[in-house]
Structures are given as structure tokens and as C-alpha cells.
């Protein structure tokens, strides 16, 4: 219900009106989001870089329908990919793809997003940028680890988010840890069952450090992606008492967010790797991050009027 309310506020006119306005979109992309282009997010990578921080991009356009729609998205990241090669930022740039930009809604359904991932994959690691694969709702989990298996037979770097809070993660840590993957660990909230998922957060922080602890003690490069310093100071732990260096894993957050913890993490030597998202439905963006966990509010609030470092 909570999730509703939140979602019709956000997409309310006024609210809408208010956050999209010129002033409202410079302080709200000039933050959270790249901007609306390639060049505007890799000027944003470059300025993140020269703090020490790594990033990765993401595209934000509406999830095609048709072969149109996912073939469009194919020359989007091929566009995002030279414009990292143009700004000289090969090495340590990743970019995240989402299984629903490439047609797993279009007629092709799997195989055809499966294709066009494959092109851009192969695009991407021939400029020396790297690609982890996003995580979406429980429906597009089994999917989503069919067709990483798939890019992984021809790029076994290319990484992929798992989200804690559902009760089969630690299995799929187990299973992608004893293959040496890449892994984005996150919470999750898309709203699950307690059939399916943990539902408090006590259960969720828990299942957070159990994933972390078995991505440690198996071969997996952990990316531990949390706004939550406890759940960092953690991770650094577990590295410590793992005798891994700080090669080894990294610590992901999303632009705007924590930024001061961003500079002090970086400084102190971790890997510190940014989320940008950019493009014409950045707003979407915003919202659902505060849909997927309404106490994003209260992050999404402070950095707005924290005065901590811009990027």
C-alpha cells in the first residue's frame, strides 16, 4: 500500500511538475542523474574519476515492446561505449545493462535480448569497458541468470546483481561464487512474499552478511553495492579476515547519494565504483528508487540538502 501511495505522489502532476522544472532538473539531475546524454553522463565519469572513483553507466529509455525498441537500445550503448573511448576512460568503466532494454518483452522474447546483449558485450570489452547485468523483479530472476550464463560462456567477466533479500540468493551466491563471477550484491525491494523473500530488515541485513560471507570465502570478485555503512564496514572485514586485498571486491553506490562517504571511502583507498543513470526517463529512475524502498526518502532528502561534494 505504502508503495502505491509513494508511486502516485511521485507521478503526480504537481510533484512531477515541481522536480522536472528547470531549477528542479538541474538540482535533481546535477545529483542523482548523468544528464540526459552520453556526453553529459561520461563528463560526470570523468569528473567522478578525477576524485578516484570509478562509475558505471546505465541508460535510462522506456523498456521496449518490439525489435525497434531493443535494436534502438543496442546503438544506444554502442554510442555510450565510444563516448568512453572519445573521453579516454577504458580502464575501470563498466556499464549495466537490463535484460528488458534488449527485448525480453519483445517477440523475441530471451534469445532475441540474449543477441543484442551479446553485440554490446562484445562492443564494450573490445574497448576495455566492463558489463554487469541488473536485477529486476523475482519474475526475471531465472531469466536473468540464463542469460549471464550465456554471455559468460564468451566474456566470463561480464557481472551480475543478486539481491539479498530473497531466500534462494545465497544458493545463486554459492552457485556464481564457485564459477569466479563478478557479483553485485544488493538488498533488493521489490516487494516479495514471505515465501520468497526476507521481509524485515533485520532478515535482510542478515541475509546481506550471509551472501557477503559466502562471496568472500568462495572465488567471486564481491561488488558490495549499499548505502548502509554498516553492511561497508562489514564487507571490509570479511576482506581483511580473507587475506583479500583491495583489488579483490569494491564498494558500489549511486550518484548523489553519501557522497561524502564516497570521498572518504575512495580516499582511504577502496574501490569505489559510482552508479550513474542518464537519459530521457531519468525521472522514472528517481521514482522507482524511492518505490523499490520509501526510506530512500530519507537519503534521497538529506542529499538534496547535505552540502557534501558535487560531481
Known amino acids: 500500500m505504502l508503495k502505491r501511495v509513494v508511486r502516485r505522489v511521485g507521478y503526480a502532476g504537481p510533484v512531477r511538475r515541481t522536480i522536472t522544472s528547470s531549477s528542479g532538473l538541474g538540482r535533481v539531475t546535477g545529483r542523482f542523474v548523468g544528464g540526459l546524454d552520453e556526453v553529459s553522463a561520461v563528463a560526470v565519469a570523468q569528473r567522478l574519476r578525477a576524485q578516484g572513483m570509478l562509475t558505471t553507466l546505465h541508460v535510462r529509455q522506456g523498456n521496449p515492446v518490439d525489435e525497434a525498441g531493443a535494436d534502438a537500445h543496442v546503438e544506444l550503448y554502442r554510442r555510450l561505449v565510444a563516448q568512453h ?8 568503466s563498466e556499464i549495466s545493462l537490463k535484460m528488458a532494454q534488449f527485448g525480453l518483452l519483445a517477440p523475441g522474447g530471451l534469445d532475441g535480448a540474449v543477441e ?11 574497448a576495455g569497458i566492463g558489463v554487469t547485468v541488473d536485477m529486476e523483479g523475482i519474475e526475471e530472476v531465472d531469466v536473468t541468470l ?13 557481472g551480475i546483481a543478486i539481491q539479498a533479500y530473497l531466500l534462494r540468493s545465497e544458493a545463486d551466491c554459492h552457485a556464481l561464487a564457485s564459477t569466479g563471477a563478478r557479483v553485485r550484491l544488493v538488498k533488493g525491494a521489490y516487494g516479495a512474499g514471505p515465501d520468497v523473500a526476507h521481509t524485515t530488515r533485520a532478515t535482510v541485513d542478515s541475509a546481506y552478511e550471509r551472501c557477503l560471507e559466502i562471496l568472500f570465502a568462495g572465488g567471486a570478485y564481491p561488488m558490495v553495492a549499499s548505502h548502509d555503512l554498516r553492511m561497508v564496514e562489514a564487507a571490509r572485514a570479511m576482506a581483511r579476515e580473507a587475506g583479500k586485498g583491495r583489488d579483490a571486491y569494491e564498494i558500489q ?12 571511502l575512495a ?7 559510482v552508479y550513474v543513470p542518464y537519459g530521457p526517463d531519468w525521472y522514472g529512475w528517481f521514482v522507482n528508487r524511492i518505490v523499490e524502498k520509501p526510506s530512500n526518502v530519507r537519503l534521497l532528502a538529506h542529499a538534496l540538502v547535505s552540502p557534501g561534494p558535487r560531481v
Open 253 to 264: 553506490m549511486l550518484m548523489g547519494v553519501r557522497t561524502q562517504d564516497q570521498v572518504r
Open 116 to 126: 543484442r546483449m551479446r553485440a554490446t558485450v562484445a562492443d564494450a570489452y573490445a
Open 146 to 158: 540464463d542469460a549471464v550464463c550465456r554471455l559468460r560462456a564468451d566474456q566470463p567477466d561480464v
Open 85 to 92: 573511448v572519445e573521453a579516454g576512460l577504458r580502464e575501470g
Open 267 to 273: 580516499a582511504a583507498g577502496e574501490r569505489l565504483r
